[in-house]
């Protein structure tokens, strides 16, 4: 079966760093492309990042709302992705998802990042 | 980047009752490999979402038939034949031809 568990969310004050964590199990993750997609509290799905594997040069990909301030990166030995969040602003307030694929077929619960004063 | 614009913005449909959301794209989704990067999701309330069609035609695990797409380059179809009450929730369209990813707005889909 496979899983995508995401931690590392929370509340966090704007300009302050926060870095997310999504484990995964369930498939071959070393050949997977994965992708972090967050979702406002108005239900709006925002594509953000996007790391590909070692046979692509673990290429990345960003929003141009995050480039520069996030950094998508992956542990193949931990089957695991992760993204570091700084300089963050209280419009990155969303649950963020990591998520399988160019097809968006695995999705993980998400994870609650709420950034205010 | 790509606008995706979903119709409508909700439904309100009776059991049993066929529907259709439409996507249309401000740019044609046919990527260089040939392939058409369009894909169908639902939110069920409370979840995350889930695939229910990718690469416009082609049912997500599990899914049953009584979802479909069609559509090509621009304009797109989700169809739901007899719906059923574990249909209701937001549908999203997603393209993946261009980067960024673009979602649509979502249309929600609400029992009668």
């Known amino acids: 079966e496979v899983q995508l568990v995401e931690t590392g969310g929370g509340l966090v004050q704007p300009g302050k760093s926060l870095k997310l964590t999504c484990a995964t199990s369930g498939f071959t993750f070393s050949n997977a492309w994965m992708d972090w997609v967050r979702q406002s509290p108005e239900k709006q799905l925002e594509w953000v990042a996007q790391i590909k594997d070692k046979s692509n040069n673990y290429a990345t990909y960003y929003a141009e709302s995050v480039k520069g301030r996030f950094t998508i990166s992956r542990d193949d030995s931990k089957s695991s992705v992760y993204l570091q969040m700084n300089s963050l602003k209280e419009e990155d307030t969303a649950i963020y998802y990591c998520?399988?694929?160019?097809?968006?077929?695995?999705w993980g619960q998400g994870t609650l990042v709420t950034v205010s004063s | 980047d790509v606008v995706m614009t979903q119709t409508p913005p909700s439904l309100s449909v009776a059991i049993g009752q066929s529907v259709s959301i439409s996507c249309k794209s401000s740019?044609?989704?046919?990527?260089?490999?040939?392939?058409?990067?369009l894909h169908w999701l639902l939110q069920s309330p409370g979840q995350s979402p889930k695939l229910l069609i990718y690469?416009?035609?082609n049912l997500g695990s599990g899914v049953p038939d009584r979802f479909s797409g069609t559509g090509s380059q621009k304009d797109f179809t989700l169809k739901i034949s007899r719906v059923e009450a574990e249909d209701l929730g937001v549908y999203y369209c997603v393209q993946a031809t261009h980067f960024p990813y673009t979602f649509g707005a979502g249309t929600k889909l609400e029992l009668k």
């Open positions: 740019q044609s989704l046919v990527y260089s490999d040939g392939k058409t990067y």
């Open positions: 690469q416009v035609s």
């Open positions: 998520t399988r694929g160019r097809r968006f077929a695995y």
